[in-house]
């Protein structure tokens, strides 16, 4: 079983930064594929951002891409998340989200491709 718990949510103004971390517990994290979703009330929680395990490889959703960061390091068992320029449209609930079995695609797009799910932080940008 593998327990992740987001961080670093919170309320910004857009054009500003956040961000999010990710941390796991056990001792396999560096064997994950990890990913980050969100999920604005009423709608399917979508795909953000995946990286593989060593995180060499990275996939963003293009409504994020050139804005966001996804990141991890393996010896603090941490995955994060940088977003800059925000917008009021990347307001949402934002969860992270580990791949067992499939380590270095990273190209982890669908939710059924995930194992293990956080609680979720709100991320809230105002005009």
């Known amino acids: 079983q593998v327990v992740l718990v987001e961080s670093g949510g919170g309320l910004v103004q857009a054009g500003d930064s956040l961000r999010l971390s990710c941390v796991a517990s056990?001792?396999?994290?560096?064997?994950?594929?990890m990913g980050w979703f969100r999920q604005v009330p009423g709608k399917e929680r979508e795909f953000v951002s995946s990286?593989?395990?060593?995180?060499?490889?990275?996939y963003y959703s293009d409504s994020v891409k050139g804005r966001f960061t996804a990141s991890r390091d393996n010896a603090k068992n941490t995955a994060y998340l940088e977003m800059n320029n925000l917008k009021v449209t990347d307001t949402a609930v934002y969860y992270c989200?580990?791949?067992?079995?499939?380590?270095?695609?990273?190209?982890?797009?669908?939710?059924?491709?995930?194992?293990?799910w956080g609680q979720g932080t709100q991320v809230t940008v105002s005009s």
């Open positions: 990286m593989s395990a060593t995180g060499g490889n990275t």
């Open positions: 989200a580990a791949v067992v079995g499939d380590s270095y695609s990273g190209s982890y797009y669908y939710e059924n491709q995930y194992h293990y």
């Open positions: 056990g001792r396999s994290f560096s064997n994950y594929g």
